[in-house]
Nanobody, 118 residues
Framework: VPLVDSGGGSVQAGGSLRLSCAAP????????ISWYRQAPGKQRELVAA???????NYADSVKGRFTISRDIAKNALYLHMDDRQPEDTAVYYC?????????????WGQGTQVTVSS
C-alpha cells in the first residue's frame, strides 16, 4: 500500500505550508493515519494523527501551529503548517495503520523534506 508524500520545500520561518499524502485506498480503511518527522541525528517522532473516527492528537511542539486534516473523497491526508520555525526542519512522513484480528500493518510514505530558515 504505497503512500505518496508531497509538498515539502525550503521556506522561511513564520509562513505557512501544506503537506499532502495520497493513499491508494480509502483512508477510512485505516485505523489511523498520521504525520511523523525525522530531523537530522534525531529519532522519528509523531507530529499529528487522525483516527478513522476523526479524533486527532498532536505533539506538544506543534499544537496551535499545525493542523491535520483529511479529504475522504480524495483519499488524501494533509498537514497544514503555520508559523513554521527552524526546529520544524525535518523529513516528514505519512503513515497509515491497519489493524486486523491477527495482525497490525504499518504503511509509510517515502518522505518529503521541509527546511525552515530563520
Amino acid at each position: 500500500v504505497p503512500l505518496v508524500d508531497s509538498g515539502g520545500g525550503s521556506v522561511q520561518a513564520g509562513g505557512s505550508l501544506r503537506l499532502s499524502c495520497a493513499a491508494p485506498a480509502s483512508i477510512l480503511s485505516f485505523n489511523s493515519i498520521s504525520w511523523y518527522r525525522q530531523a537530522p541525528g534525531k529519532q522519528r517522532e509523531l507530529v499529528a494523527a487522525v483516527t478513522s473516527r476523526g479524533s486527532t492528537n498532536y505533539a506538544d511542539s506543534v499544537k496551535g501551529r499545525f493542523t491535520i486534516s483529511r479529504d475522504i473523497a480524495k483519499n488524501a491526508l494533509y498537514l497544514h503548517m503555520d508559523d513554521r520555525q527552524p526546529e520544524d526542519t525535518a523529513v516528514y512522513y505519512c503513515k497509515a495503520v491497519r489493524q486486523t484480528l491477527e495482525h497490525k500493518f504499518h504503511y509509510w510514505g517515502q518522505g518529503t523534506q521541509v527546511t525552515v530558515s530563520s
